[in-house]
């Protein structure tokens, strides 16, 4: 039997369980939302241009591949600058990769992250008030 390239595909005692893309997906999203330093997860709307997704739709900011081997997922998301990008995305990479393997009881072979904006805090000027 073919296995279809948009679902993610186990044949166990009782029969077949099918997740699709976008199960995997939600799982992602949430799993990166949920990491401190996680501004949100974006998409390309104009060449070069981001915007934040809303939660019901995190599957405009990630992709998923399905395989016979695993799932390879490629976020694209806005980090705040102050917790540093590079640990951010080290997070997000290690949280995806478990949630996924839990949920779904399948291998994700690499977790991909596009830091597409950073968000700076906005500095308040004090020494104007002595």
């Given at each position: 039997?073919?296995?279809?390239?948009?679902?993610?595909?186990?044949?166990?005692?009782?029969?077949?369980?099918?997740?699709?893309?976008?199960?995997?997906?939600?799982?992602?999203?949430?799993?990166t939302?949920?990491?401190?330093?996680?501004?949100?997860?974006?998409?390309?709307?104009k060449s070069?241009?981001?915007?934040?997704?809303?939660?019901?739709?995190?599957?405009?900011?990630?992709?998923?591949?399905?395989?016979?081997?695993?799932?390879?997922?490629?976020?694209?998301l806005?980090?705040?600058?102050?917790?540093?990008?590079?640990?951010?995305?080290k997070?997000v990479?290690?949280?995806?990769?478990?949630?996924?393997?839990?949920?779904?009881?399948?291998?994700?072979?690499?977790?991909?992250?596009?830091?597409?904006?950073?968000?700076?805090?906005?500095?308040?000027?004090?020494?104007?008030?002595?």
């Amino acid at each position: 039997m073919e296995e279809k390239k948009d679902l993610l595909t186990s044949e166990g005692d009782y029969g077949r369980i099918d997740v699709s893309k976008d199960v995997i997906a939600i799982i992602a999203g949430l799993a990166t939302v949920d990491v401190e330093g996680v501004v949100g997860i974006t998409y390309q709307v104009k060449s070069g241009t981001y915007s934040l997704v809303q939660k019901d739709n995190f599957s405009k900011g990630i992709d998923i591949k399905v395989s016979d081997d695993g799932v390879t997922v490629s976020i694209n998301l806005m980090t705040d600058y102050e917790k540093g990008i590079y640990s951010v995305a080290k997070e997000v990479q290690k949280k995806v990769k478990e949630m996924i393997e839990k949920m779904t009881g399948k291998k994700v072979n690499r977790v991909d992250i596009n830091v597409t904006g950073v968000k700076i805090k906005e500095k308040r000027e004090e020494q104007n008030e002595g």
